[in-house]
């Protein structure tokens, strides 16, 4: 079955870059998103990308899709402490809206 | 804010028992999506009703069951309860159910004990 992958750890000095990383099975994914999950809060959509994209731009975030490796990456730049969450990627196949999500990655920033 | 409503935020009930979550989704969309994060599970895809109707069917268990209301609201049944059925149980809306962005409420902690 689908299966979306994501180490579960990671920490950063504030104004540092993160790297967030992804992998995923299912093939037929049209759509790949990332999800930011703060401390009693749901699941704010940060950004997403088409398949047939290598990159997407977005203020200080910049995804990265290699669909041969099936591997979805999330930078972050000039991370804040604001930003410490926990980071999850999500993949739909082909399937709309039926998400498959990874584990999450927890980012800590560090002032 | 996102704009999806759930009600209640904590819920702690007993084995057995059976419980009802409440979610009313932003003004204007159609589709209405359940999913449950555990810490076992992670985050996993429960239902989708579009317009009234069941679209999708994900791993949900025969003891819950969903619907979608005229008016859009959706609710969640839970019954039979076990202690593994403890978790955070969020509900997402769209627009209208296809390759769209979700929006997630804050989700019910359900607690069995």
């Known amino acids: 079955g689908e299966d979306v992958e994501q180490s579960l750890f990671l920490s950063v000095r504030e104004g540092d870059s993160s790297v967030i990383n992804c992998t995923y099975t299912?093939?037929?994914?049209?759509?790949l998103y990332w999800y930011k999950q703060e401390p009693g809060a749901g699941l704010q959509l940060l950004t997403y990308?088409?398949?047939?994209?290598d990159m997407k731009q977005d203020q200080r975030l910049t995804v990265l899709l290699n669909k041969k490796d099936k591997h979805l990456s999330l930078r972050i730049a000039d991370t804040q402490t604001g930003d410490s969450a926990i980071y999850f990627c999500?993949?739909?196949?082909?399937?709309?809206?039926?998400?498959?999500f990874g584990g999450g990655t927890r980012l800590m920033v560090k002032p | 804010d996102s704009g999806v409503t759930q009600t209640p935020k904590h819920l702690i009930t007993a084995t057995g028992q059976r419980v009802t979550l409440r979610c009313s989704p932003r003004?204007?969309?159609?589709?209405v999506y359940w999913y449950q994060q555990s810490l076992d599970q992670g985050l996993q895809f429960l239902i989708q009703?579009?317009?009234?109707?069941?679209?999708a069917k994900g791993n949900i268990l025969e003891r819950f069951s969903a619907q979608q209301f005229p008016d859009l609201h959706s609710e969640l049944n839970l019954s039979s309860l076990e202690l593994g059925d403890s978790a955070l149980y969020f509900c997402?809306?769209?627009?209208?159910?296809?390759?769209?962005?979700?929006?997630f409420g804050s989700g019910t902690q359900l607690s069995v004990l």
């Open positions: 003004s204007g969309d159609l589709s």
């Open positions: 997402a809306s769209s627009v209208a159910g296809g390759f769209e962005k979700l929006f």
């Open positions: 999500a993949e739909n196949g082909n399937a709309g809206n039926m998400l498959t």
């Open positions: 990308i088409f398949s047939n994209m």
């Open positions: 009703y579009y317009n009234g109707e069941e679209r």
């Open positions: 299912d093939s037929s994914s049209t759509y």
